[in-house]
């Protein structure tokens, strides 16, 4: 018995903002941005927050699965941006949906959340502890951007995308997740500084910074062991798997990881062009896009995988 994805949906915020829109409030342009990245453009919330997100992605995966709210018993969110510190977006969710049968909490593992929140979800419903999950990776990026900072902002983008997983016969079969701790500072963002009356100070809430070279060659070698390590957990090889859903940070990356696999980039499907970097919702959206253009079958084999702060890492190995 293992656990299987049975439904998805994502949703992606109202309006669109392409690199020509940046350029006019920035110094940057579009052959810089899609040359360098892949990225054309990006949604950013105006009215949505990331509650909001999560729950319409979740509506739409109950939706594609057919299983009530009233059916989920478990519900985790991978986020770094959630609307409160407390409740978490995973409590929100369940009440903006009336899942009100189910456990709930947020995950924090940056750009892997999708992968590390689903892992941890099969693992309670192979032991038992849950018969139904929604699995949902979302953020609001753009309100922990420096936009003053050309090198980042122009990267990242805003959505939610959702997974409902149940027990069954045939579903993932291999994972592979692990975390550098060490490396962290070369992806990061400040959360509240403490203002206590011992340690009183001024300091600005901050902004995400990141050394782009070094999460670079960081994705371009972790990436590709991660996958051969979960297919061959999963007891297959490389030339079985029909699709690499990877996170969507760069098309260099992606480009570079099909090529240290000897994979054609044909197998790799591409959301960033519209979408940007949308950290822990990449993956989740990129698979329900998937999904509604017909393009899995029942029992092909399919690898997905997330990367980044933390540093993290996280693929998974699953039959359709
Ligand atoms: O989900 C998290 C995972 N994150 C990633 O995977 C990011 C991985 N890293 C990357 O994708 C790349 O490192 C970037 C796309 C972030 C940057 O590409 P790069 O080739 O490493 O560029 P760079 O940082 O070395 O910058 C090259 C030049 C600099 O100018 P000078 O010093 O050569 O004059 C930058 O100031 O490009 C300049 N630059 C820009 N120019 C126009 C930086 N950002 C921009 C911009 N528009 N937006």
């Known amino acids: 018995m293992t656990s299987r994805i049975v439904g998805t949906g994502s949703y992606l915020p109202e309006t669109v903002v392409t690199n020509d829109d940046l350029s006019k409030i920035m110094d940057t342009s579009d052959e810089w941005i899609s040359s ?3 990225i054309r453009e990006r949604r950013l919330v105006k009215e949505e927050t990331t509650a909001s997100m999560a729950a319409e992605a979740a509506k739409r995966a109950l939706e594609n699965a057919g299983v009530s709210a009233d059916e989920i018993d478990l519900i985790i ?3 770094i941006t959630g609307d409160y510190v407390t409740p978490s977006t995973a409590c929100e969710v369940q009440a903006a949906i009336g899942a009100e049968h189910a ?8 750009c892997s959340g999708f992968m590390f929140a689903l892992s941890s979800a099969h693992a309670y419903l192979q032991a038992n502890l849950a018969n139904a999950a929604l699995v949902i990776g979302v953020e609001t990026l753009s309100k922990i951007m420096d936009w003053n900072d050309r090198s980042t902002c122009v990267l990242f983008g805003d959505g939610a995308g959702a997974a409902v997983v149940k027990r069954d016969e045939v579903g993932l ?3 592979d997740l692990g975390s550098d ?3 962290g500072m070369v992806l990061a963002c400040p959360n509240r500084t403490n203002n206590n009356p011992l340690v009183q100070t001024d300091k600005a809430l901050g902004y995400t910074y990141m050394d782009g070279q070094e999460v670079y060659k960081f994705a371009v ?14 007891g297959l090889e490389i030339g079985d798997i029909k699709y690499f859903a990877l996170h969507q940070a760069n098309i260099r990356i992606i480009q570079s990881v099909a090529k240290r696999l000897k994979v054609s980039v044909d197998k790799f499907p591409i959301s960033l062009d519209h979408c940007g ?6 993956v989740p959206i990129l698979l329900d896009e998937m999904n509604q253009k017909g393009m899995l079958e029942r029992g092909d084999k399919i690898v997905m995988s997330g990367f980044g702060g933390g540093l993290t890492w996280g693929t998974a190995v699953l039959t359709w």
Do not use: C, Q
């Open 36 to 38: 360098r990245t892949g």
């Open 77 to 79: 969110v991978g986020t």
């Open 103 to 110: 456990l709930a909490f947020d995950l924090n593992a940056a």
């Open 173 to 175: 079969s291999g994972l």
């Open 181 to 183: 701790g060490a490396k």
């Open 221 to 234: 070698t972790t990436v590709p062991e991660s996958i051969h390590k979960a297919v061959e957990h999963a």
């Open 277 to 282: 970097n949308i950290s822990a919702a990449s």
